[in-house]
């Protein structure tokens, strides 16, 4: 059997999506960002809508996500996606308009943009990557930190007498009346991304019919701020995240 | 009716909401604070979604207000927001991304008197802020000073067109006694909003997924590692900044044809001057005004060119000095200038102006 024998249609097992590009890979090994990556790519295809796609960026480790994936993109100020993103499909009703931002980004210094956007039910989908750190400059504690966990800025482990608790603001998102669907998934094994995808998409879907705002929190790892191997880091996230962050839909005004 | 234009007397505030419904703009997003809530009250009373398509929207703080603008103008559409100082102060960091990937937008500055929460009366503090760039980095927008309802209602087209044609936001600067005051104005007529097809000719370059599949994706980032790409972009900006300094230049100049003794003054105060120059002249002293329209780029050249009857310049601003820089670096240095400044929200009047000049002419 010649290479090109094997090269047929009836054998494709896994294809790199046509909107993703050749970029070299700046994501650390293990790092959750270029999976969800691919999801999005991937989606959009299958919904054919390149053509009618604005996505926000972040600041944070996703900062380049525009490098990736071949759609126009917006790369909002730290923490400003969802009020980029609300002006983006206010003014462009027939698009599919995203943010894709870290927890550093939504949850803290984005926080006020976060929770209006989603509470006036802005017709957007949040793509929320926590990693519970942040990652891009260097490891910092972020807010969704968990207790006990070390970061270099809480290197003792986090208590709340200094740093305050852990805030699960997805959790918060299921309480807003604008909010249609919120999830919160990981992509940690093929089962959790085959998930991980359906709830994206479901949000995207929800977003092209104009059915409320939409969140999809993936439970990420990041393996150099957290210190580990990916392996390694995989193994700490589902010990010690998913209990606290816990997996599936939170939210779904459809059922 | 003149010239096909429709009179009325309103508010300088009313005004900037009705000309952004009439001359085509696709979005205003705006935060209430004093004294210009009247532009986002006065458009939900027009509730222009229903007649132009125009959305508006009242967005949970100026910070969220400017980065709309920062969406909507890097897609293509006509953007607009307005807030006063301490509102305008938040948004400096949206601006400074907006200036940095060149997206086109108009803010617009009713001006109270500062600093800190300040006051709700007028002020012209925010001169500096507006016309050095006001956030991080090496950036410039053109400024337009109004000086009267008339100007609210005209400048808000001029603003767009120039926002749209160098690619930059847009300033208009202006302030409390303009915002609040009533005056006749001739609205202009109905100008239709683009259409997708014209927005996507028109701009090219926005992010909007129109026509993806036929050109590169369009990305705005204001990040870049390499600090060599770095200064080259900061350079075809200065270049452009060039280009806007010496084609947009703006003023208006009253009586000074002969003028030994100049005031300069923008805004409203520039009101003030127009009739101390009448009452003076009146008494036999040869004082003429220079109004700045744009104070950046600030009108140097006009200034320069009524310079030689000039003996000396009296900047009268509401502010502790700011216009009055600009004003020595024009001319370098060639005559003395003198200020006179009220600020925290008082508003001099033409007296004031008067006395200041008599004391400048008879020392
Ligand atoms: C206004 C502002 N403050 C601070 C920063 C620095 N900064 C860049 S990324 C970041 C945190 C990102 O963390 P997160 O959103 O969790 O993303 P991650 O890198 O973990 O994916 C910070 C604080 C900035 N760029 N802008
Ligand atoms: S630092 Fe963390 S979040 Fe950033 S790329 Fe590396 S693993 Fe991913
Ligand atoms: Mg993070």
């Known amino acids: ?255 | 009716m003149e010239n096909n234009r429709e009179c009325f007397l309103m508010k300088g505030n009313e005004a900037i909401a009705h000309a952004a419904v009439r001359c085509g703009c696709d979005g205003y997003f705006g935060y209430p604070i004093t004294p210009q809530s009247e532009v986002l009250e006065t458009l939900s009373q027009l509730k222009p979604w229903e007649t132009t398509g125009m959305v508006v929207l009242q967005a949970e703080s100026e910070v969220a207000a400017i980065n709309m603008l920062y969406g909507g103008g890097a897609s293509g559409k006509r953007v607009m927001t307005s807030s006063s100082s301490p509102g305008v102060a938040l948004m400096q960091e949206g601006i400074s991304y907006m200036a940095a990937v060149e997206i086109p937008a108009v803010i617009v500055n009713v001006q109270r008197g500062g600093p800190g929460l300040g006051t709700i009366q007028p002020g012209q503090a925010d001169y500096l802020q507006a016309t050095v760039g006001g956030g991080n980095g090496d950036y410039n927008t053109i400024v337009l000073a109004p000086a009267s309802v008339q100007d609210m209602a005209d400048y808000v087209d001029i603003a767009f067109q120039l926002a749209f044609k160098y690619r930059n936001p847009t300033f208009i600067l202006s302030d409390g006694v303009i915002g609040q005051m009533m005056e006749q104005v001739y609205l202009p007529p109905f100008k239709p909003r683009r259409t997708e097809e014209e927005i996507g000719t028109e701009c090219p370059w926005a992010a909007n997924g129109y026509h993806l599949t036929q050109r590169k994706p369009n990305i705005f980032s204001s990040l870049e590692m390499d600090p060599k790409t770095m200064e080259q972009r900061n350079t075809r900006l200065q270049q452009k900044y060039a280009l806007m300094s010496k084609n947009e230049q703006r003023a208006t100049t009253f009586l000074c044809d002969d003028a030994e003794y100049l005031y300069v003054a923008f805004g409203s105060v520039s009101r003030c001057a127009e009739e101390a120059v009448v009452v003076l002249r009146n008494r036999g002293h040869k004082v003429g005004l220079l109004r700045p329209i744009s104070l950046w780029p600030f009108p140097k050249d006009c200034l320069n060119k009524i310079l030689p009857t000039v003996k000396e310049i009296l900047v009268c601003e509401m502010n502790a000095g700011q216009m009055i820089n600009d004003v020595k670096l024009s001319i370098n240095c060639q005559r003395p200038v003198y200020h006179y400044g009220r600020t925290g929200g008082v508003v001099p009047t033409p007296d004031e102006l008067i006395e200041a000049m008599i004391a400048l002419i008879k020392q």
């Open chain 1, 1 to 255: 059997m010649t290479k090109d024998d094997i090269i047929q249609p009836e054998n494709l097992v896994i294809k790199k999506p046509e909107l993703m590009n050749d970029t070299v890979m700046h994501y650390c090994p293990g790092c959750s960002h270029g999976v969800v990556h691919k999801l999005i790519a991937e989606i959009i295809e299958e919904m054919e809508l390149s053509e009618k796609t604005i996505g926000i960026c972040p600041v944070g480790c996703a900062v380049f996500a525009y490098r990736y994936l071949d759609i126009d993109w917006q790369e909002a100020a730290h923490g400003r996606a969802p009020a980029v993103a609300t002006a983006c499909k206010r003014l462009w009703k027939d698009r599919l308009v995203f943010t894709y931002q870290g927890d550093g980004d939504l949850a803290c210094i984005g926080a006020c943009e976060t929770i209006h956007a989603l509470n006036r039910g802005e017709k957007i989908t949040i793509i929320f990557i926590n990693n519970a750190i942040y990652g891009m400059t260097g490891g910092q504690m972020a807010p969704t930190t968990l207790l006990g966990m070390k970061t270099s800025t809480c290197p003792y482990g986090r208590v709340p007498e200094l740093h305050g608790y852990p805030l699960n603001i997805t959790d918060l998102a299921t309480h807003l009346e604008g909010t249609a669907y919120v999830s919160r998934q990981s992509v940690h094994n093929v089962a959790a991304i085959r998930k991980a995808k359906s709830a994206i998409k479901k949000a995207f879907e929800n977003s092209m019919n104009g059915i409320g705002s939409n969140l999809v929190e993936i439970v990420s790892t990041c393996s150099t701020g957290w210190k580990k191997t990916p392996v390694e880091a995989n193994e700490w996230m589902e010990k010690n995240m998913f209990e606290f962050y816990q997996l599936g839909d939170l939210k779904d005004i459809k059922q």
